[in-house]
């Protein structure tokens, strides 16, 4: 895996960096609200380290502070991380094939470790990518919760400083380039529609596993006779 590390270019680095930067603010949010919600100190910290999924935290944390059980809070937060599925088949080939890498990198798994990854002109610089953005990503959102346990509330609502505008943002610019060929764009628009028809009505996740309808309703053309 070393020579991987000799793909990364200082644009990426900064690309990652600035991600992170975000994430740890998100992270320092998620611990001040979880401490505020009656939670010991140590669980928001244990959770983003077992865990490392900031909206199934936010939803487990939520659910406990509204009364709810343990166990609806696990099946909630299962629920909304089961659209990281796909996003495990797709990148299985970038992580690496040995079973250590493969076990650390599903644990890695995010929206935006899967964004850099495939954004990347070919496998070894995805791989680089998805690394250095995962462990990156995984260190700012151990250390963001830990600031915000020992702040308490002080950090407030991210959307206050429209960070939770800044996550989508830098999705779209990473997955755009990816967006060639009318039997990926039209899978897309159709899944984006979808979420966006469904998001006023259903709960934050659902709409995303939705509009996984695109892979199926829109049929894909075939090439020398063989199904593509």
């Not at 669980?43 to 509204?66: D, H, I, K, T, Y």
């Not at 079973?99 to 070894?124: K, N, Y």
């Amino acid at each position: 895996m070393r020579s991987i590390w000799r793909t990364i270019d200082s644009a990426l680095v900064r690309d990652v960096l600035a991600i992170a930067a975000a994430v740890a603010v998100i992270g320092a949010s998620f611990g001040a609200i979880a401490v505020s919600a009656g939670l010991p100190w140590w669980v928001p910290p244990a959770m983003s380290v077992l865990v490392f999924a900031g909206g199934a935290q936010f939803l487990a944390v939520g659910v406990v502070a509204a009364g709810g059980g343990l166990v609806a809070a696990v099946l909630g937060a299962l629920v909304l991380n089961s659209r990281l599925m796909p996003y495990g088949l797709a990148i299985a080939g970038i992580m690496g094939r040995g079973r250590m890498a493969r076990l650390v990198g599903s644990h890695l798994v995010t929206d935006e470790t899967v964004a850099f990854a495939i954004a990347q002109p070919d496998r070894e610089r995805g791989r680089a990518a998805f690394w250095l953005c995962g462990v990156l990503l995984y260190l700012a959102w151990i250390l963001g919760t830990i600031a915000g346990v020992l702040a308490g509330q002080a950090i407030g609502d991210p959307s206050a400083f429209g960070l939770d505008a800044a996550f989508p943002a830098a999705l779209l610019a990473l997955v755009l380039p990816s967006l060639r060929g009318a039997d990926v764009v039209r899978p897309a628009l159709l899944g984006a529609a979808i979420a966006l028809a469904a998001s006023p009505f259903l709960p934050p996740g659902v709409p995303l596993l939705l509009a996984l309808a695109g892979l199926i309703l829109v049929p894909r053309k075939e090439k020398e006779g063989v199904p593509v």
